[in-house]
T-cell receptor, first 115, second 117 residues
Framework: AQKVTQAQTEISVVEKEDVTLDCVYETRDTTYYLFWYKQPPSGELVFLIRRNSFDEQNEISGRYSWNFQKSTSSFNFTITASQVVDSAVYFCALRVTGSNYQLIWGAGTKLIIKP | SAVISQKPSRDICQRGTSLTIQCQVDSQVTMMFWYRQQPGQSLTLIATANQGSEATYESGFVIDKFPISRPNLTFSTLTVSNMSPEDSSIYLC??????????????FGEGSRLTVL
C-alpha cells in the first residue's frame, strides 16, 4: 500500500530561521513521483516541485531546497531564511505509475513564520 | 501551466439545498479532478472527470450526491446535492498538465468554501 506521512502537524519559527518539513513515503513501486504543494490562506494549492524516483539529486530553487533520499524513503523540504510569506500549509504527495494520475496526500504541515 | 478559475469562491447554504461549483481552465486538459478538503484536513479525491465519459467516483462518494459534468476540455461542474452541515468543506478543482507522459503535475483552482447551516 502507498502512504505519505508528514509527522509535523504544525511548525512555528521566527522569521529568517531555516526550517525543514519532513515527508516520509511508502510504496513498493520502483517508479513513482513525489510532489510538494503549498496552500496559503487563500486556499489555492501551488505546485512547488516534482521529483521522480530515478532522480535523487537534491534541488535548490532560491530559498527552497529539497532532499530526496530513497534509502530512508524521505523527501524533505527546507526553507532557508524563512519569511512571513512562507506561512502556509505544505503538502507532500506521492503518485505511482498506473494510478490514473491520482495523488496520495500527506496530512500537511502548517508552517507559521512569526515576524 | 494551466490557470483554473472556480466559482463561487465561497457560499453559505441552507440544509437540503444543492449548489453547483463551476471550474474553468484556460487551456484544454484531458483530466480534471474534484477534491474535498474538510477543515484542517488533507485532500480527499471525490472523482475524476474526463471529457466524453462518465466521471469515476472514489469510495465513499456517489453520483447522486456529487453529480459531475464535463461538457468540454476546459470546463467542469460539481454539484453538492441535498447538503447537510457535514458537507461544509473546501471543494477544489484540479487539472492535469501532462507535460511529458506520466509526469504531469496537478494545477488547482482557489477552491470553493462551502458552509452549510
Amino acid at each position: 500500500a502507498q502512504k505519505v506521512t508528514q509527522a509535523q502537524t504544525e511548525i512555528s519559527v521566527v522569521e529568517k530561521e531555516d526550517v525543514t518539513l519532513d515527508c516520509v513515503y511508502e510504496t513498493r513501486d520502483t517508479t513513482y513521483y513525489l510532489f510538494w504543494y503549498k496552500q496559503p490562506p487563500s486556499g489555492e494549492l501551488v505546485f512547488l516541485i516534482r521529483r521522480n524516483s530515478f532522480d535523487e539529486q537534491n534541488e535548490i530553487s532560491g530559498r527552497y531546497s529539497w532532499n530526496f533520499q530513497k534509502s530512508t524513503s524521505s523527501f524533505n523540504f527546507t526553507i532557508t531564511a524563512s519569511q512571513v510569506v512562507d506561512s502556509a500549509v505544505y503538502f507532500c504527495a506521492l503518485r505511482v505509475t498506473g494510478s490514473n494520475y491520482q495523488l496520495i496526500w500527506g496530512a500537511g504541515t502548517k508552517l507559521i513564520i512569526k515576524p | 501551466s494551466a490557470v483554473i478559475s472556480q466559482k463561487p469562491s465561497r457560499d453559505i447554504c441552507q440544509r437540503g439545498t444543492s449548489l453547483t461549483i463551476q471550474c474553468q481552465v484556460d487551456s484544454q486538459v484531458t483530466m480534471m479532478f474534484w477534491y474535498r478538503q474538510q477543515p484542517g484536513q488533507s485532500l480527499t479525491l471525490i472523482a475524476t472527470a474526463n471529457q466524453g465519459s462518465e466521471a469515476t467516483y472514489e469510495s465513499g462518494f456517489v453520483i447522486d450526491k456529487f453529480p459531475i459534468s464535463r461538457p468540454n476540455l476546459t470546463f467542469s461542474t460539481l454539484t453538492v446535492s441535498n447538503m447537510s452541515p457535514e458537507d461544509s468543506s473546501i471543494y477544489l478543482c484540479s487539472a492535469l498538465d501532462l507535460g511529458s507522459p506520466d509526469t504531469g503535475e496537478l494545477f488547482f483552482g482557489e477552491g470553493s468554501r462551502l458552509t452549510v447551516l
